[in-house]
């Protein structure tokens, strides 16, 4: 038997986020920085006749409401085919933890089946089935930064050639999953005098985003939940330049002119039984 058709999903940070509104769709109009980083989730595929989905995470549905599956059956549906192959997903990005895994699984899934299935799909039509899956789902199709407008679909290079991230990162996750739908229903939007995402973050400087890079959901989800405020602490205390939560949480990530010092303190976690990650800065 060949070996089987292997993708890694990558995990994202969100170098600030502005909830400016809510649209009449339900929706939030948000503007974003999403950042793809090392940290990774692996599908793979292996030939048969009829269409399975394993998974790793046995907390994790293996059915429709998971988004692998979804993404499976949206694929074969617009390319006219019955769906084929026994599709297997090793969970490594924790999930209800802001980083995106889920999305990334998605768009990954369509990537890897387009290959695998050999269709002749468009970018363009891909990003259209990304977007019905999920909002952060057509970034994942980019393998590089990217300014998110709209509900999160709209999406443009944040620089070419593409953004590097100069310093070190810490990435925590805390033992305290935060739902979406939570988080928006305590989020107050604002579109009122927002700093420009793109140049602020192009910047680099750790003093300016100290002070004007930040994540609306931030407030009021560490006002709720103290392990979250926690591990904020603990990167702070590490000496991170920066720190603040991806997404709607709850991952915390801290950025460090020090590789050494976000090296130990990601290990320190993970000796405590904690979820952690950590990578050196991009030259």
């Known amino acids: 038997m060949s070996d089987p058709l292997i993708r890694y999903a990558p995990a994202k940070l969100n170098l600030g986020l502005h909830v400016l509104r809510r649209r009449v769709d339900g929706y939030h109009e948000v503007a974003t920085v999403l950042f793809p980083i090392g940290w990774h989730d692996i599908l793979s595929i292996e030939p048969t006749d009829a269409f399975g989905f394993s998974c790793s995470d046995p907390t994790l549905p293996v059915d429709e409401r998971n988004l692998c599956v979804r993404a499976a059956h949206v694929l074969a549906r617009k390319a006219g085919i ?122 680099n400087d750790l003093e300016r985003w100290r002070r004007e890079l930040v994540n609306d959901f931030e407030a009021p989800i560490l006002a709720r939940y103290p392990k979250i405020r926690q591990a904020r602490r603990v990167l702070l205390e590490a000496g991170a330049g920066y720190v603040v939560m991806s997404g709607s949480g709850a991952a915390v990530y801290g950025v460090f002119e020090d590789t050494e010092a976000a090296r130990q303190i990601a290990e320190a976690m993970q000796d405590r039984g904690e979820t952690a990650w950590w990578a050196p800065g991009e030259v």
């Open 82 to 203: 019955e769906p084929y192959g026994i599709l297997h997903l090793d969970k490594r990005i924790p999930h209800g933890a802001g980083l995106g895994g889920g999305s990334s699984d998605a768009a990954h899934t369509l990537r890897l089946l387009a290959e695998f299935w050999k269709l002749n799909v468009s970018p363009e039509m891909l990003h259209a089935l990304a977007a019905r899956l999920g909002s952060d789902v057509p970034f994942f199709l980019h393998d590089q930064a990217m300014i998110a407008t709209g509900r999160g679909e709209v999406l443009a290079p944040l620089s070419s050639p593409p953004y590097r991230l100069p310093y070190a990162l810490a990435v925590l996750m805390p033992s305290q999953a935060v739902s979406t739908g939570e988080a928006y229903g305590l989020v107050h939007p604002n579109a009122q005098q927002r700093p420009d995402l793109a140049s602020l973050v192009r910047s």
